[in-house]
T-cell receptor, first 116, second 114 residues
Framework: GAGVSQSPSNKVTEKGKDVELRCDPI?????LYWYRQSLGQGLEFLIYFQGNSAPDKSGLPSDRFSAERTGGSVSTLTIQRTQQEDSAVYLCASSLKTAGAGTPAFFGPGTRLTVL | GNSVTQMEGPVTLSEEAFLTINCTYTATGYPSLFWYVQYPGEGLQLLLKATKADDKGSNKGFEATYRKETTSFHLEKGSVQVSDSAVYFC?????????????FGAGTRLAVHP
């Protein structure tokens, strides 16, 4: 399809395990974003990529969280040693170019992460 | 820093009622403003946007006007339908926070009954 895709759609893991979440942005979109949506915190920005570099990582909540992007396309968000408070829906979004005035972001369906 | 405040929900309306969801923002400079909608079981979708003062964004019968003097971007629709039931998020980017990210309000759940 033409939209942002994410996998898996659901992930259940045990506390302490590592997880990887994948995002395939819209083809040609150079900007990519990760957000987290949880009941208590709403929608939180995690990290922004422009191409393969991440000029803004200010939203990553701890050093257990990391992300990379390769080939200016696919991105992986990795959470190490998961904790129960990491349970949330992780959303990926992409936009056509460097975010500018009015440049809209298009969101994927999200990965629902549950840490037991 | 930049922030967005939305009216708390849920908002419950009958079909064909008038809808207003209030949104105010705090930002320096000239942010861009957005409304996103999340239908049940679906991802976030851009509903409308405005990039400068007095701009009116509109889509699917929804409208919002960028009011710099009141730092507001209220969402309105003249006659809601059951299919409008969703969670609505006001968001901004730009201004002092830069255009690297969208800052979202907490979301307002709308339930429309026949």
């Amino acid at each position: 399809g033409a939209g942002v895709s994410q996998s898996p759609s659901n992930k259940v893991t045990e506390k302490g395990k590592d997880v990887e979440l994948r995002c395939d942005p819209i083809s040609g979109h150079t900007a990519l974003y990760w957000y987290r949506q949880s009941l208590g915190q709403g929608l939180e920005f995690l990290i922004y990529f422009q191409g393969n570099s991440a000029p803004d990582k200010s939203g990553l909540p701890s050093d257990r969280f990391s992300a990379e992007r390769t080939g200016g396309s696919v991105s992986t968000l990795t959470i190490q040693r998961t904790q129960q408070e990491d349970s949330a829906v992780y959303l990926c979004a992409s936009s056509l170019k460097t975010a500018g005035a009015g440049t809209p972001a298009f969101f994927g369906p999200g990965t629902r992460l549950t840490v037991l | 820093g930049n922030s967005v405040t939305q009216m708390e929900g849920p908002v419950t309306l009958s079909e064909e009622a008038f809808l207003t969801i209030n949104c105010t923002y705090t930002a320096t400079g000239y942010p861009s403003l957005f409304w996103y909608v999340q239908y049940p079981g679906e991802g976030l979708q851009l509903l409308l946007k405005a990039t400068k003062a007095d701009d009116k964004g509109s889509n699917k019968g929804f409208e919002a006007t960028y009011r710099k003097e009141t730092t507001s971007f209220h969402l309105e629709k003249g006659s809601v339908q059951v299919s409008d039931s969703a969670v609505y998020f006001c968001a901004l980017s730009g201004g002092s926070g830069g255009y690297n990210k969208l800052i979202f309000g907490a979301g307002t759940r709308l339930a429309v009954h026949p």
